[in-house]
């Protein structure tokens, strides 16, 4: 059997498997992506972070594209959370009368989405074929070098590479390849029953398109509208409600609203989607591990393939497509001779650790604030003394360092870029007895700093402020965002 070769081969065409694969094109380098299904096809996973759709897509060159696509603008979060009995609302805006160019992101059907992305792989020359399963992987030695999988008319076949990335989703087949264990955290777990509904009721103007999520004795509903009418509506229950929810997923998911007043109110005139994609009742369980190893000798793990944090904060997508920049860098940077592969790897594994670490850390706070009647919010608009609400006073913070596309916001954004940092380190620093133990620490502190540098080179590119290195004696991103460079301060 003839192998044919590439310098890179990508198992998967979801969120990251695509950025991967166009970011690593995007540097001249001959990608291979083979995605099991034919797109477009149905994925969970539909609301997306500032990050991801103003960051990394930007990045990749989409950005009229999703504009285009008209997908629902989603300007922060409603929370029916914790102690206080009304709902509550952020926004990434600083306020909502004054939203910045990029204070927003989109409630996405990801079955579009995903195929935007993977067709913009197509279009940064990346050869995709679809309907083709990837069975294992090929290795030499320590190294793997190469895949093999199955196509569509069930053809065999092997392919080789200079570097192999499992971007195959939480179901991977290969992620136990790069050696190390997948871990299942023990505080998440927890199950997922999921469907869509035709005429649900919105939120109030201006935040119809936010993602509403509301907390009861039983667990928490996810509500995000996908279109004028269309709303998944989710529920994350214990896992030990997992026998009653497999039973029979309709008369528990039923219950399970009934159980919720806010949700049922908001479905009073609403219809459940009975066919089609949005048909099925899904259930997913156990869905918040790590891997313990991210990368061996010619293999790197990007996306929920690598590790996946409970949905609250709409995470996913946004560490597949981290995941997948951080990745490609490695990459770039190593094909081009510039770096070797062990210092190149250490940091795209430091960073995306320290990344998932972040959002861990941050939704066992947010969870035991459930039961603590302190909020994490009050505690923002304690530090950031401004006249908005507690919530939008935190996320203000992270939405000021998004904004900005034109000359004259960019030079904005550098400004709300120092008062960010300050602010965090405000946070991190204060002696106050009642601070969360979040802003204390020194992981959350740089990644919240560090999320605004993606996103300020997205937009400022060369102009971007010198940026230090997250790790002593690291590296740093090139000017242009897609290799690493050494760090010359
Ligand atoms: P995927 O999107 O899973 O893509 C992997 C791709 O690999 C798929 O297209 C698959 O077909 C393909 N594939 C699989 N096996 C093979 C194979 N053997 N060969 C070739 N191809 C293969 N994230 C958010 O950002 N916002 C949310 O609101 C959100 N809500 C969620 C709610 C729930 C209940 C859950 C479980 C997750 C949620 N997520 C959310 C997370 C989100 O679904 C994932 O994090 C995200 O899809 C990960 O992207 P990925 O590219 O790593 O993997």
New binding site residues.
């Given amino acids: 059997m003839s192998v044919e070769t590439f310098d890179v081969v990508v198992?998967?065409?979801?969120?990251?498997?695509s950025t991967v694969a166009a970011l690593v094109a995007m540097q001249g380098h001959r990608v291979l992506l083979?995605?099991?299904?034919v797109f477009p096809?149905y994925?969970?996973?539909?609301?997306?972070?500032p990050s991801t759709v103003h960051g990394v897509c930007r990045l990749l060159g989409v950005t009229d594209e999703l504009a285009a696509a008209k997908f629902p603008v989603k300007r922060g979060g409603t929370f029916r959370w914790g102690a206080r009995p009304e709902p509550w609302t952020f926004s990434f805006a600083v306020s909502p009368r004054m939203t910045g160019p990029t204070s927003f992101a989109y409630q996405v059907e990801?079955a579009r989405f995903?195929e935007i992305l993977l067709n913009n792989a197509k279009s940064k020359g990346v050869t995709v074929r679809e309907g083709?399963?990837?069975?294992a992987v090929v290795e030499e030695g320590d190294r793997v070098t190469g895949l093999r999988?199955t196509d569509s008319d069930g053809g065999e076949h092997e392919v080789g590479a200079r570097f192999v990335i499992d971007?195959?989703?939480?179901?991977?087949?290969l992620h136990a390849s790069v050696g190390g264990t997948r871990e299942y955290s023990e505080f998440f777990r927890s199950l997922?029953l999921?469907g869509y509904f035709e005429n649900g009721k919105r939120l109030p103007e201006p935040y119809s398109g936010n993602?509403l999520s509301v907390a009861f004795d039983s667990g928490w509903f996810?509500y995000?509208p996908l279109s004028d009418t269309l709303t998944s509506v989710?529920v994350?229950v214990r896992r030990e409600m997992a026998e009653k929810i497999q039973g029979d997923r309709e008369k528990a998911y039923n219950a399970l609203i009934a159980e919720c007043p806010l949700i049922a109110e908001y479905l009073s005139d609403a219809r459940r989607v009975t066919t089609g994609n949005y048909g099925e009742l899904r259930v997913?369980k156990d869905?918040s591990y790590h891997q313990t190893k991210f990368w061996r000798p010619g293999m790197i793990l990007?996306?929920?393939?690598a590790c996946?944090v409970d949905?609250v904060f709409?995470?996913?997508?946004?560490?597949?497509t981290y995941s997948a920049l951080l990745a490609a860098r490695s990459i770039n940077s190593v094909l081009a001779g510039d770096l070797d592969e062990k210092t190149a790897f250490d940091e795209f594994e430091g960073r995306y650790r320290r990344e998932y670490g972040v959002f861990y850390e941050f939704l066992v706070s947010f969870y035991q604030m459930n039961v603590n009647e302190e909020s994490y919010f009050w505690h923002a608009k304690k530090v950031t003394n401004n006249e908005h609400t507690e919530f939008e006073s935190f996320v203000d913070l992270v939405g000021g360092v998004a904004s900005g596309e034109t000359a004259l916001a960019a030079s904005r954004l550098a400004e709300r870029s120092a008062e960010f940092a300050g602010a965090v380190d405000q946070m991190a620093g204060g002696d106050d007895g009642d601070m969360v133990p979040l802003f204390k620490s020194h992981v959350v502190k740089q990644v919240m700093q560090e999320g605004g540098q993606v996103q300020m080179k997205a937009v400022l590119g060369e102009d971007a402020a010198p940026e230090e290195p997250v790790f002593p004696g690291g590296l740093v991103s090139s000017p242009d965002g897609m290799k690493w460079l050494p760090y010359r301060g």
């Fill in positions: 198992a998967g065409g979801g969120p990251g498997g083979l995605e099991k299904e096809r994925q969970i996973g539909e609301s997306l972070l990801r995903d083709c399963s990837v069975t999988y971007a195959s989703g939480n179901k991977s087949r997922a999921f993602i996810w995000i989710g994350v997913r869905y990007v996306g929920d393939a996946f949905p709409s995470s996913g997508v946004h560490l597949a």
